[in-house]
């Protein structure tokens, strides 16, 4: 079974507005880290965003922001004001401390940004 | 400014020829994966080691890919003999051991075999 499922192959947004990339994932773990990175087409994986599993806040850094809904499991990402440099692959992962803390991830986004 | 080194950046060879790919973890990460990204697959987990043991190399291919820590500064991993459907970027990342901290990714190996 799919642990990280990221459900939307390719999306488009018009610059400026928002944006949400949804995120499920698949644990029995208590104790586990969901993350967010953002592939842009020079190839470079960049850590964009982290939620505790025992964290009571979303997290958010800067115009990104995360939706986590421990009971359904999911962990969208919201990005606000969506800019042109916004435009690429974003992927979703999961640490979970019963698999040694492995990091694992779902099949990505491709995110699209309209001027 | 620490970050994880991955050597060669691109690497072209003939099918039957021995790769190499190296890593170098950022001082401190004492975890370590190895992905295999391609269009159709997606991000694949190879292998990830942890004090320079292999904790988990399931999802790597044991007939011709081998992966190691000679020591705490390099990883490296070996296709042996290489094929065409081993081309794609493998990316090396590096981490604290605990679940609540961000791996850092190299650059990637982008390996084309011909």
């Known amino acids: 079974a799919q642990k990280i499922t990221q459900t939307q192959p390719g999306m488009f947004v018009q610059e400026k507005e928002a944006v949400t990339l949804d995120c499920t994932y698949d644990?029995?773990?208590?104790?586990?880290?969901l993350f967010w990175y953002k592939q842009p087409s020079s190839g470079e994986m960049i850590f964009l965003i982290y939620q505790g599993s025992y964290d009571q806040q979303n997290a958010t850094e800067g115009r990104y922001s995360l939706n986590f809904q421990k009971a359904r499991k999911s962990a969208n990402l919201v990005i606000s004001a969506s800019q042109l440099g916004d435009s690429a692959m974003y992927f979703c992962a999961m640490r979970e401390n019963n698999a040694g803390n492995m990091l694992t991830f779902g099949g990505g986004t491709r995110l699209m940004v309209k001027p | 400014d620490a970050r994880v080194t991955q050597t060669p950046r691109h690497k072209v060879t003939e099918m039957g020829q021995e790769v190499t790919m190296r890593c170098q973890p950022i001082l401190g990460h004492n975890t370590v994966f190895w992905y295999r990204q391609t269009m159709m697959q997606g991000l694949e987990l190879l292998a990830y080691?942890?004090?320079?043991?292999?904790?988990?190399d399931s999802g790597m291919p044991k007939d011709r890919f081998s992966a190691e820590m000679p020591d705490a500064t390099l990883a490296t991993l070996k296709i042996q003999p290489s094929e065409p459907r081993d081309s794609a970027v493998y990316f090396c990342?590096?981490?604290?051991?605990?679940?609540?901290?961000?791996?850092?990714f190299g650059q990637g190996t982008r390996l084309t075999v011909v």
């Open positions: 990342a590096s981490a604290l051991p605990l679940g609540d901290t961000e791996a850092f």
């Open positions: 644990t029995s773990d208590p104790s586990y880290g």
């Open positions: 080691f942890r004090n320079r043991a292999p904790l988990d």
